[in-house]
Nanobody, 124 residues
Framework: QVQLVESGGGLVQAGGSLRLSCAAS????????LAWFRQFPGKEREFVAA????????NYAHSVKGRFTISRDNAKNTVYLQMNSLKTEDTAVYHC?????????????????WGQGTQVTVSS
């Protein structure tokens, strides 16, 4: 099993920045990559970004490319999501997810482990 715990969410004004963290524990060696998804009320989870543990590749949703940056710290088993130039439409619950198969695809079903999520609210 792999446990994922997100932190760093909160309330920020439009144009501001936040950094989310996802601490992984347990059988992390069984995972290839971590990703961030977000969920709007009443909607399916939406892919945001993904990264391999070795940092060799990243993948971003078009809606966040150029504003968000995903990174990892292997020594801390932690993945980060730096969010800049935030917009009100970025308001959502942000979830961390880990996959045990190779790839950085956007489909939620490809990710085996999920965190509880952290709320990000961007005010106008």
């Amino acid at each position: 099993q792999v446990q994922l715990v997100e932190s760093g969410g909160g309330l920020v004004q439009a144009g501001g920045s936040l950094r989310l963290s996802c601490a992984a524990s347990g059988r992390t060696f069984s995972t290839y990559a971590l990703a961030w998804f977000r969920q709007f009320p009443g909607k399916e989870r939406e892919f945001v970004a993904a990264i391999y543990w070795d940092g060799s590749l990243t993948n971003y949703a078009h809606s966040v490319k150029g504003r968000f940056t995903i990174s990892r710290d292997n020594a801390k088993n932690t993945v980060y999501l730096q969010m800049n130039s935030l917009k009100t439409e970025d308001t959502a619950v942000y979830h961390c997810a880990a996959r045990t198969t190779y790839g950085l695809g956007p489909r939620a079903g490809e990710y085996a482990y999920w965190g509880q999520g952290t709320q990000v609210t961007v005010s106008s």
